[in-house]
């Protein structure tokens, strides 16, 4: 679900967008202040079938099915239910993924397309990533997450820009609404969706960009 409309009142037109691809309605539009359950179901996914659904993109938050189903694709809406519209971009992850492993896929693609100007972005984000990837493939030692947890506490507004903000945002909602399943890594429980095929899409190419 991708969201269109004039700066800052977003106020007009959602254009929707099944992240998934395959029920065969890619695209269509519905009136801004439509609830995400109204609009997934218009886009072909229903939040039930869902996880977790992710609003704002990969510098936003994952809400709990049962929370963003009953909010209004709105600025002030999101905001009070801890989310924001952020790139204007929606996602309902299914049940069949692991959303600490998408999460750690998608921190490890910012890590490593940072500008690597600051501490946040060249240690914190770095950090933070890999944690998060040995908490999601197994190979995690629960004496990491105090250092997890400081990262995460520390990297906020130290930046000089906002992509520390967002990726920290970004994971800090992941281990809330997955809490369930961070429990079970961090006892050590083999991942069932670590042979899927990722969801979450990325650039083909996730390898470190060469301007800097």
Request: hydrophobic residues 50%; proline residues 7%.
């Amino acid at each position: 679900l991708a969201w269109q409309g004039p700066t800052p009142a977003f106020a007009d037109i959602a254009a929707q967008f099944d992240a998934a691809a395959k029920r065969g309605k890619p695209l269509s539009e519905t009136a801004a202040a439509s609830r995400k359950r109204e609009a997934l179901a218009e886009a072909g996914a229903a939040a039930a079938e869902a996880a977790a659904i992710l609003v704002g993109g990969y510098a936003g938050s994952w809400l709990t099915t049962e929370r963003a189903a009953g909010t209004s694709l709105s600025s002030a809406a999101l905001r009070a239910a801890g989310g924001a519209l952020g790139a204007g971009v929606v996602i309902a992850l299914p049940q069949e993924h692991c959303g600490i492993l998408e999460t750690a896929r998608v921190a490890a693609y910012l890590a490593a397309h940072s500008a690597a100007q600051c501490g946040p972005c060249a240690n914190g984000l770095p950090a933070i990533a890999g944690a998060l990837r040995r908490l999601a493939v197994g190979r995690w030692n629960d004496r990491a997450w105090p250092a997890l947890r400081d990262w995460l506490s520390i990297v906020p507004g130290r930046g000089a820009c906002g992509l520390p903000d967002g990726a920290v945002a970004f994971v800090r909602s992941a281990l809330a609404v997955f809490a369930v399943d961070v429990a079970a890594h961090r006892r050590g429980r083999p991942c069932t969706a670590a042979a899927n095929r990722p969801f979450l899409p990325l650039p083909p190419s996730a390898a470190a960009p060469t301007w800097r």
